[in-house]
T-cell receptor, first 118, second 114 residues
């Protein structure tokens, strides 16, 4: 079946512009996660969705970052007034989560969006 | 706070030799432990996980990992390395029960030399 997809695969933007990153999770997965991967760093947790609600937003680094999820499916991560330090690969993952199903804890990752802020 | 340490930034091993990628963790409770692999320009792929039961966990592509509670370790192993195993490997931990945040290590680059 289809895996997690993300778009765009690459995004180059100018400092101060807003960007939107999209994630399409695996069908049936109720949990969705956003991470940020910077060079030489591990994965930095940003936000977790269960259905359309976000019970854990503790990883969002500033109020310039926001995310939403609609219809329990597609999610959009928005970064306003981008800064050069926002440059990273943004990864989305999904899992069955609290809805149960096989291996509810196992997260399946998309290929990521490489964001470059000039 | 929970944490994961991968003490080696890079591991080099000759093709056909056994490989070990080290991981230690810190968590206040019973853990779930994971290994993921990231091939160049691709997302992370799940390799294996420890939930409970047998301390030796077998996963994809011939990899296995041993949960050692006393040493708080979860090292990844393979008896015979392949060049195609060259990739970035991440260890991750979370607490058992309900929703719990997953903490990832910084990754270890495995280079298998022909």
């Amino acid at each position: 079946g289809a895996g997690v997809s993300q778009s765009p695969s690459n995004k180059v933007t100018e400092k101060g512009k807003d960007v939107e990153l999209r994630c399409d999770p695996i069908s049936g997965h109720t949990a969705l996660y956003w991470y940020r991967q910077s060079l030489g760093q591990g994965l930095e947790f940003l936000i977790y969705f269960q259905g359309n609600s976000a019970p854990d937003k503790s990883g969002l680094p500033s109020d310039r970052f926001s995310a939403e999820r609609t219809g329990g499916s597609v999610s959009t991560l928005t970064i306003q007034r981008t800064q050069q330090e926002d440059s990273a690969v943004y990864l989305c993952a999904s899992s069955f989560g609290l809805a149960g199903g096989p291996s509810p804890d196992t997260q399946y990752f998309g290929p990521g969006t490489r964001l470059t802020v000039l | 706070a929970q944490s994961v340490a991968q003490p080696e930034d890079q591991v080099n091993v000759a093709e056909g030799n056994p490989l070990t990628v080290k991981c230690t963790y810190s968590v206040s409770g019973n853990p779930y432990l994971f290994w993921y692999v990231q091939y160049p320009n691709r997302g992370l792929q799940f390799l294996l996980k420890y939930i409970t039961g047998d301390n030796l966990v077998k996963g994809s592509y011939g990899f296995e990992a041993e949960f050692n509670k006393s040493q708080t370790s979860f090292h990844l192993k393979k008896p015979s390395a392949l060049v195609s195993d060259s990739a970035l490997y991440f260890c991750a931990v979370r607490l058992q029960g309900g929703y719990q945040k997953v903490t990832f290590g910084t990754g270890t680059k495995l280079q298998v030399i022909p």
